[in-house]
């Protein structure tokens, strides 16, 4: 299945640099990179991205200026609307071996819109942090997006994970491991793109509540039908 990996990034070009060519090296899939232009212009990003931008798998977008994660993950999806299959990612994660394989046999197994990722920290069987989902999940369960609009951090996690579930699609692959190198779990240090996402948790949290207690509404414009 053709697989579009989303992978929004700010203030952390080397460290994303590197997690691209890891998801380069352990899947097949192309990488959607979306980060501020005023970042592309920069000396640093040059001398980073040299290589990984050398490779036809490797997509790029520019925006004006800085967007929250749901934002970076949707204009990912608008951009690049006709792939089976799409992952959410992130510039903090590191992919093991055989990652992919895993998720397409799990996939194949069970039938599943949406396979969660082991990210060697949450109980995948309760929540997924980073997943897998087919175009037609996306479509049919999680309202055209990849990401709920209504968050800007935190929680479009957990909306997706139970939205799945709701419909019967969710499934854990255990053995698929992205490594979230997160400050949450203390494999990070602070840095300042978590300062900037940190203040914006509480409200995510309040809207996940909220969108709970009414059933996931698809309140929103979809990205994709």
């Not at 979306?34 to 977008?61: A, F, G, L, Q």
């Not at 993950?73 to 055989?98: C, E, Q, S, T, V």
């Not at 698929?176 to 914006?200: F, S």
Request: with cysteine; aromatic share 10%.
């Amino acid at each position: 299945m053709r697989t579009a990996l989303i992978l929004p990034t700010l203030g952390r070009p080397e460290q994303a640099a590197k997690c691209v060519e890891q998801l380069l090296r352990t899947s097949p899939a192309d990488v959607v990179i979306i980060t501020p232009i005023r970042e592309t212009v920069t000396d640093v990003w040059t001398r980073t991205y040299r290589h990984v931008m050398e490779s036809d798998r490797v997509i790029c977008i520019d925006t004006i200026g800085p967007v929250n994660a749901s934002d970076g993950w949707n204009l990912g999806l608008r951009k690049n609307p006709n792939y089976d299959a799409y992952f959410l990612a992130a510039d903090d994660i590191w992919a093991h071996d055989g990652w992919h394989d895993e998720v397409l046999r799990v996939h194949k197994e069970s039938g599943a819109g949406m396979v969660g990722i082991n990210d060697m920290h949450s109980d995948g069987n309760i929540i997924a942090t980073h997943y897998w989902m087919t175009r037609d999940f996306i479509v049919k369960h999680n309202g055209g997006v990849m990401s709920c609009p209504w968050y800007r951090s935190w929680c479009m996690n957990f909306e997706t994970t139970e939205r799945a579930k709701r419909a019967g699609q969710y499934v854990y692959a255990e053995h698929a491991k992205l490594e979230h190198r997160h400050v949450q779990w203390n494999a990070a240090l602070m840095d300042n793109t978590y300062k900037i996402a940190k203040p914006k948790h509480v409200y995510d949290q309040v809207v996940c509540d909220y969108r709970r207690c009414h059933g996931w509404p698809d309140d929103f414009e979809a990205v994709i039908s």
